[in-house]
């Protein structure tokens, strides 16, 4: 029995993920690091013991190699998993020049699997780009499928294809025990994407504005508790999903307001945190140049997409215009003795927590990035 050859274009947590569960199935499978001009093998007793990329990068284990170029055209599945950092209108750019690169030497009868989110029709623009990179035309050169991922958590559980074609190995190489995928066509998953997309950020941007005129003194109030735990971190996870689906509109329509309406709660919410210091400073008597910033911001810089990076950096420059004195810090914090205060913001669940373990006779003052911004502070904190 032959093995499927697999590569998985982009060396992300969510393309490992996938590229673990296929190996360990039986598959040959070969992971491409677009800094690199080599693929790696991934091999079944590697994907078990390394079950993420840093481990994989901490355990050094020994791993077969070959030119990039020569995995891609031995490929029966090429899976585009690549990292993106780029924002706005460089977005879809970056996306299209690396989807280029990774499917220019794929072979006539192999199957593309497309696993960033597309706005509506951009599956389409991507048929496109791999007819006229490959000169291999989608649905009877070679196949196209489309299979968004986004975290670790779930995957699609539809997959998307042209003319409802069905690939059993495929279908074998993605389903997970009672995790079983279905054949849907594109435009059918490009809508269910968008659907579940919308429906979460609208959702948040509701819980945003809403909490903007809620007292904050809802420590006894349970009904707030699933607010409390909604962190800065979950809030925009898949935020470039919404920003490429807003780029396929034209004109306006309803649709069109929800994502931007959301995008715009975003926003709105970075700015708010902002405010925050101020009004801690002010409630305290702290002066800005007495005061130290730490965004505690535990981040998986493996992720495919690049909005936490992009979040993370904005709200640093813009607290520095203020303040001065600003890190970021992932991991245990290390509060140093100093003269200045310290105001640390929790960005993450795990990040609060490990900030309320700090040991330290000074005062810190601690502000959870939930919608609700509880400042408390450190000697009080149980």
Sequence with gaps: M???KVVVYGLTTEGYLIACQMAIKGADVYLIDESSTSAIALKPEVAKNCP????LKDDEPLLHMVPIDIAISKAEYLFFTPRIRKINQELKAEISSKFKDAVKKVKKGSTVIYCLATGFQGNDENIDVLKHVTGYEAGKSVSYYYFPLNGL?????????????????LLALLSTGKDKKT?????????THAIHTIKRFSGISTVLEVCRRVNNNTESNTIFDDVKN???DDMINGLDDLRLLGSSFEGTSPLLYLVNGSMKGIKGYAKRLIEIIRITLKNHDLKASKTKIILSWTLDNNQMRGEKVEMLNNITTKLRDYIGDVETSEGLLDFFHSDKT????ACTESDYKKIK???QNQDIFLIKA????????KSKIT
């Design 153 to 169: 958590s779930e995957t699609p559980s539809v997959i998307g294809s042209l003319k409802k074609s069905k690939d059993s190995k």
């Design 183 to 191: 054949f849907v066509d594109i435009s059918t998953a490009e809508a």
């Design 357 to 359: 373990e700090v040991k």
């Design 2 to 4: 032959t093995k499927e």
């Design 52 to 55: 993420d990329i840093d481990s």
């Design 342 to 345: 310290m105001i640390a913001i």
């Design 370 to 377: 939930n919608p609700l911004f509880e400042v408390s502070n």
């Design 230 to 232: 909604l962190y800065l």
